[in-house]
């Protein structure tokens, strides 16, 4: 078999799209890193919560998100739930709380904060091999990456999922409600004046409503293996 070539894959969509789910698993199937860049906007989420620092104070902030040391966690071979550090503290389940999430979104659109986490993930990314999961991967972060896929599925349908990733970490949603707040934080993701959640020039879109994840994942290996 000819050598594959080392890629960087940038994956992008709204909330509950299955992004981390299926990120991971391309990650782990092509022995890359892999980085869920949405993780870093909640670990600074959760420390402005911690700290009782005012969500509207841009440059309180901005000085938490530079004071916070992130670390992902994953096997060196993509195995395993990658867990998520905040100076130390291990932060992997607390920042998946509906508090958190309802939060991220006003606190992502600071530009100050922005730049700070975005200089780490291309840090990060720089040796390539890596598959990345956020808003602005492909249209901001990493423009040349190799691949660029857009993940996206009805509001409806990734409320349901949001709902049994909540049920599963023992916290109580109502179907209605999380709809709204998943329409809420896609409206902000996508209106914002910084890097909004978009598709990216040659960017390609997968809707997975009436996918399997495993055939999301084929999906986007086959669109590699063309790459190489
Ligand atoms: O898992 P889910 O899709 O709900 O969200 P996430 O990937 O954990 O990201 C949480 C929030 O962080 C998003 O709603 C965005 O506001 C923000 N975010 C961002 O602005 N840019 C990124 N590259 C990743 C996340």
Do not use: H, W
Request: proline residues 3%.
């Amino acid at each position: 078999m000819a050598e594959q070539r080392e890629l960087v894959i940038a994956i992008d969509g709204p909330a509950g799209a299955g992004k981390s789910t299926v990120a991971q698993m391309v990650a782990q199937k092509l022995k890359y890193l892999y980085l869920d860049t949405g993780a870093m906007y909640r670990a600074v989420t959760y420390l402005v919560v911690k700290r009782g620092v005012n969500p509207d104070d841009e440059d309180a902030v901005t000085e938490t998100a530079r004071q916070a040391d992130i670390e992902l966690k994953c096997n060196v071979d993509g195995s395993g739930k990658p867990r998520v550090f905040v100076n130390g503290e291990e932060i992997t389940d607390k920042i998946r709380t509906r508090e958190i999430s309802n939060l991220v979104s006003p606190l992502s659109a600071i530009a100050s904060v922005r730049s700070i986490l975005v200089d780490q993930q291309r840090k990060l990314a720089a040796g390539g091999k890596v598959v990345l999961d956020g808003r602005d991967i492909g249209t901001v972060v990493l423009p040349n990456a190799d691949v660029k896929i857009f993940l996206t599925a009805s509001s409806e349908e990734r409320a349901r999922r949001r709902l049994k990733d909540l049920e599963k970490l023992g916290e109580k949603a109502d179907l209605q409600e999380l709809l709204a707040e998943i329409e809420a934080r896609d409206k902000r993701d996508s209106t914002r004046d910084v890097a909004p959640l978009k598709v990216a020039d040659g960017g390609i879109v997968v809707d997975t409503d009436s996918l399997t994840i495993e055939q999301v994942v084929g999906k986007i290996l086959d669109i590699c293996s063309a790459k190489n």
